[in-house]
């Protein structure tokens, strides 16, 4: 009589179309495809297949399943035990599951390697006490990653105590996800970020960290695209005949000073909603440098960026109270420059890394200025332009009506200082 040897399979299920017309009216259903988990086996002599919608409920199928089989194996005798029904059924299911393991083995494993919390926490009030923390001072995109996985994470370990789930639990659970090497790195990372919030004291939820020995993928970058020093030239060119250079600001500074271009919620778009009060002390004209702040930084931290020769030109005669960096509707302005020109997201800030590294010969400057770390730099970006093509670049400054009416506005300063020295 067959019995047990019950698995597992994930399976995509696919119901075509069909159409009904016995009730004289064309019923249509379908199509359907889901995804489901297969549990097959045998039980006294039967075939036992069933589907189930999570891979959770499934595993508990089988481990009652195996119970089951285990009970009516065909050596199954009298023994005389202390143990009740239940303890007995137990014992048969763990030594099934131990395999080529002895349950001593086990016991002095188990005893040897386990750590109870200092105090024990529930899965669910252990993220919230996590996010209460921790979104407020992260940007709005970690924020989120974090509410989605930790969300996941609840429904995936249900009534759950912290301590109690272990590195192969949650290595199954990523492996389930099937996701690429990127995302396998994101998840991993917010998942380390909230069981080293629960290891560490005062809380102390958990004596090890489960995702710290959990392999992190090393992903390997291609090179940087970038702007030659021309075509830099063209994209600033065309920018001081669209819209009255409404757009000028947010270009130069991505280009000549490195911020991060995301709009929205990117630096380039918090540095645009400081109060004017506040931005002569931000973007530093008389010190020759921008003021990062951390609330602005995507790395929380604060850096100085130095205000190049061409960059304070682009400002002066751009200035932030007449040209603000944040325009109406600035997403689709953005969006359809560079689409006009072909622009990637981040190759702004891509050129002028590579020029920075090109002209000053520092990673250090560079990674300080950028918000980087020296390695990502020497990586990346080191040797990408040729000094010619670097000179060329720093040397490009404004050419339109506003540099016109910029050098207008200084002769006359300068007539005016003269006068009244004399």
Known sequence: MRNGHFTIKRENVFIPQRVDTRCGVKITTGPFEYWTYRLTGWLRGRRIRKQFKSIEEAEGAKNRYEVAAANVRDDVRAVATRLDAKQ???????????????????????????????TPSGI?????????????????????????????????????????????????????????????????????????????????????NPVGPIIKHRISRGIPEI?????????????????????VPYFALCLFAGIRPTVPRGEVWKLGKISPAQMPRIVDSANGVIRISPDVSKTRDLRQITIQSNLRLWL??????????VIPSMKK????????????????????ISMHVAKFKSLGAAA????????IIKRHYLNLVTAEETSLFWQIQPRGDAFAESRHRLEIFKDVAKKVVI
């Open 316 to 325: 002066e005669c751009y200035p932030l109270d007449r040209y603000p960096i």
């Open 227 to 247: 702007l030659s020093a021309a075509r830099a030239a063209e994209v600033m060119a065309f920018l001081e005949n669209w819209r009255g250079g409404s757009l």
């Open 368 to 375: 300080l200025e950028a918000g980087n770390s020296e390695s």
């Open 124 to 208: 669910a009030e252990a993220v919230q006490a996590f996010t209460d923390l921790h979104l407020p001072l992260v940007s709005f995109y970690v924020a989120r990653d974090y509410k989605r996985e930790l969300a996941a994470l609840c429904a995936a370990f249900p009534a759950r105590e912290v301590h109690s789930i272990s590195t192969e639990e949650v290595h199954a659970y990523l492996a389930r996800r099937h996701v690429g090497k990127k995302a396998w790195n994101n998840i991993r990372g917010s998942l380390h970020a909230f069981f080293e919030f629960c290891r560490v004291a005062p809380r102390k939820w958990c004596e090890e």
């Open 333 to 352: 302005r953005v969006t359809e420059v560079r689409m006009k020109l072909g622009l990637t997201a981040d190759v702004l800030r891509h050129t002028f």
């Open 88 to 118: 007995i059924g137990e014992a048969e299911a763990a030594f099934h599951r131990l395999g080529k393991h002895t349950l001593s083995f086990a016991v002095d494993w188990f005893l040897a390697n386990y750590r109870p919390p200092s």
